[in-house]
């Protein structure tokens, strides 16, 4: 056999059960030719390395982050947040600024010129910064409140 065809048998059992016959043959043919047993050793190693993982597999990180955020201890620092007080004067300052928007332009000319077109989208637009805004008020200063209006 010559070594194009002892390529091509190996490549067509490739992993398969090689005929006892053809096996004694690819034998005898790599005793005799270096460069078809040098070519089938990297071959072998090709296929060896293919068939394991590239790379081992990597630990689990989710033990590992769960492990420290267990770990942490519970800020209790309110260092960062907004008293009370600020609330307030920030919701003054937005109510204001909402109302005197009005003042500035002609909008009793664009509101009649326009209609519910200029109307419409305004009043969804107040409405939704100042519901934002007294949600995320009450929800930070739930427990006071709660105490402030006896609500327990």
């Known amino acids: 056999m010559s070594c194009h065809e002892i390529m091509e048998k190996m490549l067509e059992f490739d992993g398969d059960k090689i005929p006892l016959l053809l096996r004694f043959k690819i034998a005898l ?12 050793i990297r071959y072998e190693a090709a296929r060896n390395l293919l068939k394991r993982d590239f790379f081992p597999p990597s630990p689990g990180l989710a033990g590992i982050i769960m492990e420290k955020i267990y770990r942490e201890e519970p800020l209790t620092d309110t260092a960062g947040a907004i ?35 200029f109307l419409l989208p305004l009043g969804l637009t107040i409405g939704t910064i100042v519901s934002a805004y007294g949600a995320l008020f009450i929800g930070s200063h739930l427990e006071e409140l709660s105490e402030r209006f006896r609500l327990h």
């Open 83 to 117: 008293s009370f007080r600020s609330w307030v004067i920030i919701g003054i300052i937005v109510v204001f600024s909402l109302s005197s928007s009005f003042v500035g332009i002609n909008f009793g000319k664009i509101a009649a010129r326009e209609g519910s077109s």
């Open 29 to 40: 043919h790599l005793l005799g030719c270096g460069r078809c047993s040098g070519e089938m």
